[in-house]
């Protein structure tokens, strides 16, 4: 299938998200999605470290390229540091068009993110994405045998944080909409629990489902104010929507098929789900009531964990041949197309959307061992994200929260 190129536009606003420097203009630039604008930043003089991390951001981030030697780059990033202060100036061609003063007290890190956010706020204002190098993702490793817990990193795979530290299998990580808080299947003695746990420290955890069977695939509504969930409480394995803020229990399916994986629509108003009712595991979408069920048309001879973006894209794994690995798909609602999107060896699996709507987290596995990648689905461009000395499973991309 040919490969659409949408084409962006975006515009530099002069409204400084920090502490602007001087008057406001307005650049608009045209250019296609499928090659992103290049960007030279010669680094912050005398300071290796932030110079460092604003580099790596600026790669990490997906929505620049970064030529080598730096010339004839769309833009140009000038920046000069006096004590705590980071003043910045962004650059188009020769022409100066934008500045900004950033604290340095927090850190490199925190600073490069803050620097980089700004930039792509800016110079893609049109795609609303704020904080984008402030989200995070969160994931379960292998930490013993036997035992798998929650972990965050940074878009990057920098700042690894452990989320939970129970001697059980800990899995399926889910964010509530805020970014402040995270779901997961916590396996018992008796059964599966979902718990919610806040991101911040001190960490508060709480049960939200503990339902006799299992208790699996935690996804919050949009709105916060519901969550699709795979129950058994009758020993069938269906799909229901349990209401986190008024007490309620809905069942949408019903029958000896097996439901798994449910996902929400942007809006609220419909869930697609996993269900083995054709034969092969297939994506299904029905409304939030259970109504109106169809199958999605997908590629491969199964398609599984699927996850919906917020322009309408449903990302999933899907083997193309039975005795073959997984690889990804993403199938456009809009225009009713499916494109496998991962190109590389191995097995991909698990995708989980950016806020940007263009880059996917997963998990792939080659030569037997697991690690974390980031696919852009625009310039399909692949990168690792984390690798570790132990399994990792499940990756969850945190919403953009503004700061």
């Known amino acids: 299938m040919a490969k659409r190129f949408l084409i962006l536009f975006f515009t530099i606003l002069f409204t400084a998200l920090v502490l602007p420097l001087h008057a406001q203009r307005v650049i608009t630039v045209r250019k296609s999605a499928a090659v992103n604008p290049t960007i030279a930043f010669p680094g912050v003089p005398q300071d290796a470290e932030l110079s460092q991390a604003i580099q790596r951001f600026l790669a990490v981030c997906g929505w620049f390229d970064m030529p080598q ?151 919050i509504s949009p709105d916060g104010s519901s969550m699709a969930v795979i129950l058994s409480p009758d020993h069938q394995v269906d799909l229901y929507v349990l209401g986190l803020q008024k007490r309620f229990r809905n069942r949408l399916t019903k029958g000896i098929a097996v439901e798994a994986s449910p996902c929400w629509s942007p809006d609220g108003r419909q869930i697609a789900f996993v269900s083995d009712r054709r034969g092969n595991p297939r994506i299904f979408i029905c409304n939030a009531d259970g109504s109106n069920l169809t199958m999605l048309p997908s590629v491969g001879i199964d398609a599984v964990t699927p996850a919906w973006s917020a322009d309408g894209k449903i990302a999933y794994a899907t083997r193309p041949q039975r005795s073959g690995g997984y690889v990804l798909a993403v199938y456009n609602l809009n225009t009713k197309e499916n494109e496998i999107v991962s190109k590389g060896e191995g097995s991909w699996e698990s995708p989980g959307w950016a806020a940007d709507n263009r880059q996917v987290v997963c998990k792939r596995t080659l030569n037997g061992k697991s690690s974390l990648w980031i696919v852009d689905t625009v310039t399909g461009r692949e990168r690792e994200l984390l690798r570790t000395g132990t399994e990792l499973f499940d990756p969850s991309w945190s919403p953009c929260i503004k700061r």
């Open 69 to 219: 030697n730096g010339k004839n780059a769309d833009f140009t990033i000038q920046a000069e540091k006096k004590g705590n202060s980071l003043e910045l100036h962004l650059y188009m061609g020769n022409s100066r068009v934008n500045g900004w003063r950033f604290n340095t007290s927090a850190g490199a890190r925190e600073c490069a993110k803050s620097v980089v956010d700004t930039i792509i706020e800016q110079v893609f204002e049109q795609l609303k994405v704020k904080g984008f190098c402030h989200s995070r993702i969160a994931f379960c490793a292998e930490t013993n045998p036997g035992i798998r817990n929650i972990f965050l990193c940074d878009i990057d795979g920098g700042n690894v944080e452990q989320i939970t530290a129970y001697r059980t299998l800990n899995v399926e990580p889910c964010w509530a909409p805020s970014g402040k808080t995270i779901c997961f299947s916590k396996y018992g003695r008796t059964g599966i629990d979902i718990v919610e746990t806040t991101v911040r420290t001190p960490r508060k955890s709480r049960i939200i489902s503990s339902f006799r069977g299992i208790n699996t695939g935690a996804a």
